[in-house]
């Protein structure tokens, strides 16, 4: 029988609510959305209850739950082991799915991340042992999919070290990325803080029909709301449409909110929702959920009249939606298919589609493979000669392993699909392509949440296109980017002309999910006398020493590091590829410190004046040569600096250079929380076309530190090479205890 976890905990959230929204309602004096009730649900001190300002008003909370993947993981659990606590405070989770790359194929690839990977795993391990973590062992299933079959639940809140984390959110739970820094506060039992979120309200009406999917909806809705359209701000789905879509298919769509920069994204509690959980063994949480139903989706008042209760308000009818595909080069360039073979032509984009890629966090259900199943049917039926290379990531073990027993896999793999490890692999590059030229511009389509520049295979000129499990398999087919299987036809091994019909599959087996060995280990019931593995002298891991207090003094004379030129996201700052190996070891990591970053000055990559001897190095050389000198820097950026993955490393990465502050245009959400959580200045550009100002030989001074408080202007002094000065100020966000973090040095200084 399956294990059902944490189910006392999630029968005290729920017998919680009814007090806690009624006290919330009376305050508010209106009806409520189901964000505002998790939320107001899962205050730190019930006692603080205020009618919080959205978008404005910073807000303690006590999540149930944290989870974390096994790259993030590490400089999490090392930051931890230094919060002087036997056990962390609420139920948590390691989830090995980052660190296997895709090569060969499931079985030699996990076998080989093992050993590869060994001390790795050892220390996740260990660790999790000792202060109370379960751990998801390599090959169990990537972090998203694994919570949302074990341990996402209607009404809950959670942090997780992953971007995706609001993957959750098709479950009726607010699930929300975090750095390593917010999952150890909540490990530690401390508050969590957060700016009380905006609410964009997505009105769904009528049914998905035909080739159209949930993916669909997000790519659409990306296209709409752009890559940080959705910064500081839940998107809250709600109408009669929502209804119609199975608990994987919203947490597709919730998952890939990331990529509009939403805080995190929620569906309301529904009979779809208790399904999946009965049929992943929770029908206890379902009956505890069906008992407060009521309070887990929004008042009837805010579905009548949404635009008095939310922020904005978006309205899609699925019965009319088109099949989307995203790119390149970012999740936002949105384009139904029968706009996107004119795009392909205008653009010049190459047609031939080389590789299609199913599976990843976002996309990897039974629902998805069972659909992309009965595409991949059709070509050995129809005689249909399959074009394009075709890999296949399932999402958990369980999965995998139900996929398996109902011939669906054996479906993919007759068009020639190679079935990868159940982990991340290619949607976070862990993908060892086997190409002719790395640097050869191709066209690959894949239904992952991601597609900027060299994120997928490392080469810049690999233009990555979004899309659904099914599309891609339809794509893959063909292997031509303009093929569009609603309206065309393709020519078979006979020479007859075939169409594809649309696809079909059931959301959940129905023979019932199975599975051998989920993956699942146990903490020790006491990890006292545990001891964590790292080993003396280790390239992997390494012990974090504090970072050292702010010395009181304003910043003088800081050193242009980079201006930043585009976008900059944190695979930009931090890469992951085969970088993920040194996810525990600071040191070794800040060797590749904004390495993807294009230098405005020059328009390359990982070339930056050195000052000190005029000449061009690596960005984290030149680095290091300023701080080995006792020389702060700085580094200037454009719009939405750190978009993408949640990765704290990179905010750890310049703090341990000495990179003193970060002065963008704007910043994501996630990004800046970290950089303020490890001591960096994160400051905005009062004036954005103060950016101009900026010259490559530049020493800028930061000054007003002195007087450091909430909503004052700090002041910009650049001193250029001729002698002559500009200054102009700098906006921040950050509140009085984020200006404690920073005079101690960082968060974690502060809570000891």
């Not at 905006?198 to 009528?206: A, D, E, P, R």
């Not at 007759?414 to 050869?440: F, H, L, Y």
């Not at 061009?616 to 000198?629: E, G, I, P």
Request: glycine share 8%; aromatic share 8%; net charge negative.
């Amino acid at each position: 029988m399956k294990q059902v976890f944490d189910l006392d905990l999630v029968k005290k959230v729920h017998l919680s609510y009814p007090d806690k929204i009624s006290r919330a309602k009376a305050l508010l004096q209106r009806p409520m959305t189901l964000s505002e009730k998790i939320l107001y649900a899962h205050l730190f001190d019930a006692d603080q209850l205020a009618n919080f300002e959205r978008g404005v008003d910073y807000v303690n909370f006590a999540p149930d739950r944290v989870a974390m993947q096994d790259a993030t993981a590490q400089m999490a659990l090392l930051q931890f082991m230094n919060a002087g606590r036997a056990k962390t405070a609420v139920p948590s989770t390691v989830h090995c799915d980052h660190l296997i790359a895709a090569e060969v194929n499931a079985k030699v690839d996990t076998a080989f991340a093992e050993n590869s990977n060994r001390e790795v795993y050892d220390f996740l391990r260990s660790v999790s042992s000792k202060y109370g973590i379960g751990f998801w062992k390599p090959g169990a299933g990537i972090i998203h999919q694994v919570v949302l079959e074990n341990y996402a639940f209607p009404g809950g809140m959670m942090v997780g070290t992953d971007s995706h984390t609001p993957n959750a959110g098709g479950m009726g739970m607010i699930a929300i990325g975090v750095g390593g820094a917010d999952a150890v506060d909540v490990m530690a039992g401390m508050p969590w803080e957060l700016k009380m979120p905006k609410l964009i309200g997505v009105k769904l009406t009528g049914k998905l029909n035909g080739w159209a999917s949930p993916k669909d909806v997000i790519l659409k809705l990306a296209g709409i709301l752009t890559v940080k359209g959705g910064t500081n701000a839940i998107i809250e789905y709600f109408g009669e449409g929502t209804a119609s879509l199975s608990a994987t298919g919203k947490a597709t769509i919730c998952n890939m909110g990331a990529e509009v920069g939403a805080t995190t994204s929620v569906f309301p509690y529904d009979v779809k929702i208790a399904e999946y959980l009965t049929a992943t063994g929770r029908e206890e949480i379902a009956a505890s959920a069906n008992a407060i139903a009521e309070y887990l989706q929004p008042d009837a008042e805010v579905v009548s009249a949404p635009e008095k209760y939310y922020d904005r308000v978006i309205e899609i009818d699925l019965s009319t939606l088109e099949p989307y595909i995203n790119g390149p080069f970012t999740p936002d360039a949105a384009f139904p298919i029968s706009e996107f073979v004119k795009i392909v032509k205008e653009k010049g984009y190459p047609q031939k589609m080389e590789v299609g890629l199913i599976g990843s966090c976002t996309n990897s259900s039974y629902e998805d493979m069972s659909r992309a199943a009965s595409v991949a049917r059709q070509a050995a039926a129809k005689n249909i000669e399959v074009k394009a290379e075709y890999l296949i990531n399932p999402g958990s073990e369980q999965v995998r392993y139900t996929a398996q027993r109902d011939g669906i896999l054996s479906d993919l793999e007759s068009i020639g699909g190679v079935v990868m490890a159940n982990a991340c692999g290619p949607c976070i590059g862990q993908w060892k392509r086997k190409t002719d030229n790395p640097e050869r511009p191709n066209s690959i389509v894949t239904s992952f949440n991601r597609n900027f520049a060299k994120r997928n295979d490392g080469n810049p000129n690999t233009y990555a296109f979004v899309a659904s499990p099914e599309l891609t398999t339809a794509l893959s087919i063909s292997g031509d980017l303009c093929f569009n299987p609603l309206t065309d036809t393709l020519v078979n091994k006979l020479g007859q002309e075939v169409k594809l019909d649309p696809p079909t599959g059931d959301e959940l087996p129905v023979k019932g999910y199975a599975v051998e060995d989920a993956g699942y280990i146990a903490p020790a019931a006491d990890g006292a006398s545990i001891d964590v593995a790292i080993a003396p002298g280790s390239e992997r891991l390494q012990k974090l020493e504090p970072f050292k207090p702010w010395d009181g003094k304003n910043y003088e004379g800081l050193q242009l590091l980079i201006k930043a030129k585009g976008k900059c996201t944190t695979d930009h700052i931090s890469m992951a590829g085969p970088w993920l190996k040194y996810r525990g070891h600071l040191e070794n990591i800040s060797d590749n410190l904004l390495m993807g970053a294009i230098n405005f000055f020059n328009d390359q990559a990982n070339a930056v004046l050195n000052t000190l001897d005029g000449s061009y190095d690596k960005v984290s050389s030149v680095a290091k040569a300023y701080k080995k000198q006792g020389i702060g820097s700085i580094v200037v950026a454009e719009e939405n600096y750190g978009e993408g993955s949640s990765r704290e490393h990179a905010a750890m990465e310049p703090r341990f250079l000495n990179v003193k502050a970060i002065l963008a245009k704007s910043f994501a959400r996630i990004h800046e929380t970290n950089l303020k959580k490890q001591g960096v200045l994160a400051l905005t550009f009062a004036d954005k076309a103060d950016y101009d100002k900026i010259r490559e030989n530049d020493q800028i001074s930061v000054t007003g530190l002195d007087s450091f408080t909430p909503g004052k202007n700090l002041l910009i002094t650049v001193k250029h090479s001729d002698g002559t000065t500009e200054s102009f100020e700098a906006l921040h966000t950050y509140n009085e205890l984020q200006i404690e973090w920073f005079k101690a040095g960082c968060a974690l200084n502060f809570m000891e």
